[in-house]
């Protein structure tokens, strides 16, 4: 099984239009969640943290579930320059910090 | 904002010969940087720690006398794939997490595309 599990995609949606990812990870351990963004043959940027309360930043809402290790992403009125792959992220250990990174979920937002 | 810089950005060179990648943090220090490789339609996947001034930390599965890294300074960590073969070509990413930073922050370098021949 994966560390971090993710939906490959793609989802394809209109402008304007509510998306949601979903993961999940298997390492009870883990403390640190995030959300990255990752755009064709570039690095992946940091799109928000997730915290237990559920976090939102603009368009963006966060979610985390410890007890199911389950984190979510929604996207809200979704703009063409969304268009991405979502990479769910959680650390792996207290000790080095490494960032263990879900496969993504790639978006395609349409005209 | 924090950045990190990589060099090159691109590299194609022949079977068995030897490339190092640099990964510079360029407005603060790190003690520790990652780096990462990335096949295509697949997730990043740590390769090793590197922490300055002591021996990298490397993943099950990562051969450490193939993946050479050196952090000499708080700003510059160095991977060198040696002997290169064509299933070396992947996408090569840093990161590095400032000094004495809070939480997991870390900050991604641009990448290395290298291509093997």
């Known amino acids: 099984r994966k560390e971090v599990e993710q939906d490959p995609g793609p989802f394809n949606v209109p402008e304007g239009a509510t998306v949601a990812f979903n993961c999940t990870y298997s390492?009870?351990?883990?403390?640190?969640f995030f959300w990255y963004r990752q755009d064709c043959r570039k690095e992946p940027k940091l799109l928000m943290s997730?915290?237990?309360s559920g976090n939102e930043d603009g368009r963006f809402t966060a979610q985390l579930n410890r007890a199911s290790q389950y984190i979510s992403l929604l996207i809200r009125d979704s703009k063409l320059s969304d268009s991405a792959t979502y990479l769910c992220?959680?650390?792996?250990?207290?000790?080095?910090?490494?960032?263990?990174f879900g496969s993504g979920t790639r978006l395609q937002v349409q005209p | 904002g924090a950045v990190v810089s990589q060099h090159p950005s691109r590299v194609i060179c022949k079977s068995g010969t030897s490339v190092k990648i640099e990964c510079r943090s360029l407005?603060?220090?790190?003690?520790?940087m990652f780096w990462y490789r990335q096949f295509p339609k697949q997730s990043l996947m740590l390769m090793a720690t590197?922490?300055?001034?002591?021996?990298?930390?490397?993943e099950q599965g990562v051969e450490k006398d193939k993946f050479l890294i050196n952090h000499a300074s708080l700003t510059l960590s160095t991977l060198t794939v040696t002997s290169a073969h064509p299933e070396d070509s992947s996408f090569y990413i840093c990161?590095?997490?400032?000094?004495?930073?809070?939480?997991?922050?870390?900050?991604f370098g641009p990448g290395t595309r290298l291509t093997v021949l």
């Open positions: 992220v959680v650390n792996r250990d207290t000790g080095r910090r490494a960032l263990t």
């Open positions: 990161s590095a997490r400032p000094a004495g930073g809070l939480g997991d922050t870390q900050y």
């Open positions: 407005d603060f220090q790190a003690t520790t």
């Open positions: 590197s922490n300055e001034g002591s021996k990298a930390t490397y």
């Open positions: 997730v915290y237990s």
């Open positions: 390492n009870s351990a883990s403390q640190s």
